[in-house]
């Protein structure tokens, strides 16, 4: 029996002879930020035929496919902003559908359901939840989307809508009319 107490000993010992100490290692990784972007894509507005009445040509949320990233690391917060031109046929003499008039406005709605979360934290929040006028540039632009602090931290996809007021004294003119969209993206909500 002393001989099994004594191999087992020795296996004993043999098994603590070959755990060593365990000692603790450290994992580092360096993060910089990014930056805060916006990637808006061309409005299409659909074909109108002038009939003699006001018309409206419009731009379904699912065609307007946007993003806005902010990749800062900051939890600023930021805002999205919108001023556009007027819509011109770019002809000789040049026909002009003045967004800023009564019956020729051009207009956004981003409903809160047409902001999803590609990547990140709580998303942003539309602050034209209904059509909305966009103001004419030079003027101060609208807000149209905003991530109070700590929030919009990542990528979003936006889907808004737009409307043009088309009157039924517009010229025919080139054909097509085009303005420039303005869309920047601003640090704060």
């Known amino acids: 029996m002393n001989k099994n107490i004594l191999k087992l000993l020795i296996a004993f010992l ?3 002879g070959t755990v ?4 603790a290692e450290t994992g ?3 993060i910089t930020g990014g930056t805060l972007t916006t990637t808006p894509a061309n409005v299409n507005l659909g074909a109108v035929t002038l009939n003699g009445l006001n018309q409206i040509a419009t731009s379904a949320a699912a065609s307007n496919n946007w993003s806005a990233k902010d990749a800062r690391g900051t939890g600023a917060g930021w805002n999205l902003t919108i001023v556009a031109t007027d819509f011109t046929d770019g002809g000789t003499p040049l026909r002009t559908i003045n967004i800023s008039a009564a019956n020729q406005e051009f207009k956004i709605q981003l409903l809160d359901a047409n ?3 590609t990547a990140g934290n ?3 929040t539309s602050a034209v939840t209904v059509l909305t006028v966009i103001p ?3 003027a101060a632009a609208l807000k149209f989307v905003s991530a ?4 919009g931290m990542g990528t979003y996809a936006l889907n808004p809508n737009f409307e043009l007021e088309i009157p ?6 080139t054909g097509t009319y085009t303005a420039t969209i303005t869309i920047s993206a601003v640090t704060g909500p």
């Open 14 to 16: 043999l098994v603590l």
């Open 20 to 23: 060593r100490a365990a000692s």
């Open 28 to 30: 580092t990784v360096t």
């Open 115 to 117: 902001i999803a979360i």
């Open 122 to 124: 709580t998303k942003p």
């Open 136 to 138: 004419e540039s030079p």
């Open 148 to 151: 109070a602090l700590n929030t």
């Open 168 to 173: 039924a004294e517009t010229y025919v003119g």
